[in-house]
């Protein structure tokens, strides 16, 4: 069997509840087709790039599947069906990565709090910029009533 890491986004106006709902309903395709569904990663509700469909935002969803490729075509096909699901993308992999994706990974970095970077310092005003003069040999721009 071959190894594949599928994504799917899900509409907005779906709760977390459906969309773990659906995740249980294409692994039970995937088993029933003599496939294996490993790690399964919500990622929530994100905002999209663009538009798809009218939504905004989308629920992402990551699974590890362990499949042969007709249990992954008979899931895709239902995904095409289902008007719940916005998009969805599988990749073939040679193996499937250990501890959590690279979002789940940014998520937690994002939790951290933000002291770490010390005071803030206050520059205040520095006041004008000293004139410069013109360029060297540069282009010096004509006033406007001379242009043609």
Do not use: C
Request: hydrophobic content about 30%; overall charge positive.
């Amino acid at each position: 069997m071959a190894l594949y890491e599928h994504v799917f986004l899900a509409r907005q106006d779906m709760s977390a509840q459906q969309v773990d709902a659906l995740v249980e309903q294409y692994k039970g395709v995937l088993e029933a087709n003599g496939g294996k569904v490993g790690r399964v990663e919500n990622w929530g509700l994100k905002s999209l790039t663009y538009r798809i469909k009218k939504n905004r935002k989308a629920h992402y969803a990551l699974m590890d599947i362990d499949a042969p490729a007709a249990a992954v075509h008979e899931m895709e096909r239902q995904m095409r069906i289902n008007e719940d699901i916005l998009r969805y993308m599988t990749i073939a992999v040679e193996v499937h990565e250990e501890g959590p994706s690279a979002m789940m990974q940014k998520r937690d970095r994002d939790d951290r709090p933000r002291d770490d970077r010390g005071p803030r310092r206050d520059f205040g005003d520095r006041g004008p910029r000293p004139d410069r003069g013109p360029r060297e040999g540069g282009f010096e721009r004509r006033p406007r009533e001379d242009r043609a």
